[in-house]
Every structure is written in structure tokens, then in C-alpha cells.
């Protein structure tokens, strides 16, 4: 599982930092509320600082408390998107596959890092 969580935590991140990148470049940008923007741009930041901690906690012992809550805020994360995606397609009328596929990796992903935590937590206690 552990593996699993590394491999999506690359791609979150990757694709998250892609999403800043395109919201700073876009006229969506100026137009919407100052608060929307520095919502998203901090909710993308935070996927790649938690990529950064599940990759480094495959070579370095991270607190499992910080890692929980990793895990669950991502799981948050990707149920909001997949939720916002559909909103969003009943307000406009644009359906946005790939934020509901990029929303399930991110659930994806804190589920995995959930379960590789347990699997650790459960070494370590029989050690």
C-alpha cells in the first residue's frame, strides 16, 4: 500500500502543481473572488506538501499522527473535488472528467497511505 501512495502522491502532486500553474495563467483568475483563487492555490499547495511528507516517509519516520491526518484530509479532498466537479456540471452545464478522476486519486491516495500507515503501526507494536 505503501507503494501505492508514493506512486500517487508523484502524480498528485505533479498534476496539482500543473492546476496552480494553469489558474495563475487563466482569465478565470482576475475574474473570480480573491478568496476562490487563494483557496484553490493554498488546497493544491497542500496536495504537494503532502506528497512531499508521504515521499519522505517512505525514507524517514514521520510522525503517524501528521500522516493520519494527511491521509484523511486528502480523502476529504478528493470526495469535495468529485463533488464540486458534479455541482459545477449542473450549474454550467460542462462536465470536467478529469478533475472526477483526478478527485478519485486523491482518494485513492489517502486511502492507501491510511492503510500503509496501519500496516506499519500494526510492525511496529508486534516488534
Do not use: C, P
Not at 508523484?10 to 482576475?30: C, G, R, Y
Not at 493544491?44 to 494527511?70: E, Q
Not at 478528493?78 to 478519485?104: C, Q, S
Amino acid at each position: 500500500m505503501k507503494t501505492i501512495s508514493i506512486f500517487l502522491a508523484l502524480i498528485n502532486s505533479l498534476l496539482a502543481a500543473l492546476l496552480i500553474t494553469f489558474l495563475l495563467s487563466s482569465v478565470d483568475f482576475q475574474r473570480s473572488a480573491v478568496w476562490w483563487s487563494m483557496f484553490r492555490i493554498l488546497i493544491a499547495s497542500s496536495i504537494i506538501l503532502i506528497g512531499l511528507l508521504t515521499w519522505l516517509d517512505g525514507f524517514v519516520r514521520v510522525h503517524a499522527g501528521l500522516m493520519a491526518s494527511s491521509s484523511l484530509s486528502l480523502v476529504a479532498i478528493g470526495a469535495g473535488t468529485v463533488a464540486w466537479t458534479f455541482h459545477r456540471a449542473l450549474v454550467t452545464g460542462d462536465m470536467e472528467y478529469y478533475m472526477i478522476i483526478y478527485g478519485g486519486s486523491l482518494f485513492v491516495q489517502g486511502i492507501a497511505l491510511s492503510f500503509g500507515l496501519s500496516q506499519d503501526l500494526g510492525r511496529r507494536s508486534a516488534a
